[in-house]
């Protein structure tokens, strides 16, 4: 079965290919990131505006790599929550015009669940359940994915999410936009024992995360170091970030699959992609006995693949939509 997927939710306009869920045939990525550079973040109107003009012709490619007309789809699957509104509805729209004019299916695709799905396009054994971190610009969840299709919530960020972090931390340090992929890069070279940040916990919830508090003591720490006038060693500070970050993620999964008894643990999102997090997670994983799965480094970020593949998964269990699908800027895993 071959499915169509169309993803549009933030900063890439994506389209992919993909066969019975598994198999990537193709998978075309436009990125935004130039030009959002310029303002220091994704700037919601311009990014709307570029998927419109975008979409098309990344849609016609991904068919065209792939060597097959609309005709050959059994169903179109779209990204319609959560995201930039502006940007979803332009994805929504699209793909609601291909499934009227062709007559094929559309499949509703919440982009979370995407992520998760990587790891079906990275290991083709890997089947439910188990629980998964997934870590982006958005979000930071830990998920029971009960089924391909069911989820629950067991741990979510109070506040900032571990991209956002990654992001702002660097951005204090002078790096450019989307600041996390210069963090990796900087620490590789840093001591992350130099600067002790804070591992903030909270209360109700000990799988719950928060990251605000440590974004907010490094963006003082560079600030009040620059008034007087002392140079941090940015290399150090980008290790340290990266290791407790790396470490408050890596305690709350641990953490969360002894209670619940899971023994296959997976990781997902745009964070999948850091070093600090790939290897912390691996190594708890290993020494605790569980199995680990992580999305290949080419999945890790947004693209359409992954959408396509969830939606092979929705396709197969019932999950339609008809032509009143709307665009859902925040929409929890549970209610889809
Ligand atoms: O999943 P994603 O592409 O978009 C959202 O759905 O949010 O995640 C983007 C986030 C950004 O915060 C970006 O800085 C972060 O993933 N990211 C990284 C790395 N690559 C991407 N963070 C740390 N290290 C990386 N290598
Ligand atoms: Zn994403």
Redesign the pocket.
């Known amino acids: 079965m071959l499915i169509l997927g169309i993803e549009s939710?933030?900063d890439?306009t994506a389209a992919s290919v993909v066969r019975d869920g598994r198999e990537i045939i193709s998978s075309v990525i436009s990125t935004q990131i130039e030009e959002h550079k310029k303002y220091g973040g994704v700037v919601p109107e311009i990014a709307s505006r570029r998927h419109c003009e975008n979409i098309l012709a990344v849609t016609r490619q991904a068919l065209d790599e792939a060597e097959i007309t609309l005709d050959d789809v059994d169903a179109i699957a779209v990204t319609y929550a959560p995201?930039l509104i502006g940007a979803l509805l332009v994805g929504v729209n699209f793909a609601k015009g291909l499934a009227m004019a062709s007559g094929k299916p559309l499949v509703p695709v919440h982009?979370?669940a995407g992520?998760i799905a990587t790891n079906y396009l990275t290991f083709p054994e890997l089947e439910p359940p188990y629980l998964c971190l997934v870590?982006?610009?958005?979000?930071s969840h830990i998920i029971e994915v009960l089924s391909y299709t069911k989820f629950r919530v067991v741990g979510r960020t109070r506040d900032d999410?571990?991209?956002?972090c990654?992001?702002k931390c660097?951005r204090a340090m002078g790096f450019p936009?989307?600041?996390?992929?210069h963090?990796?890069?900087a620490a590789q070279t840093g001591d992350p024992t130099e600067f002790k940040l804070p591992h903030p916990t909270v209360a109700g919830n000990e799988f719950d995360f928060s990251f605000s508090g440590l974004k907010t003591s490094v963006i003082n720490l560079v600030h009040n170091s620059e008034q007087k006038g002392i140079e941090l060693n940015f290399n150090n500070l980008a290790a340290s970030v990266?290791s407790t970050?790396s470490e408050l993620l890596t305690d709350r999964t641990i953490k969360a699959a002894k209670a619940l008894g899971y023994k296959r643990i997976a990781l997902a999102?745009?964070?999948s992609?850091?070093?600090?997090?790939r290897a912390a997670l691996s190594e708890a994983c290993e020494k605790n006995g569980f199995e680990f799965y992580m999305p290949s480094k080419s999945l890790?970020?947004?693209n359409a693949a992954m959408i396509a593949c969830q939606g092979y998964y929705n396709f197969l269990s019932g999950i339609t939509a008809d032509e009143s699908l709307n665009a859902v800027a925040t929409l929890s895993m549970e209610d889809i």
């Open positions: 939710s933030c890439e995201g982009h979370i992520h870590a982006s610009g958005g979000h999410a571990a991209g956002e990654f992001d660097a936009y989307p600041g996390g992929v963090i990796d890069k990266q970050i999102g745009g964070v992609a850091n070093t600090g997090v890790c970020g947004d």
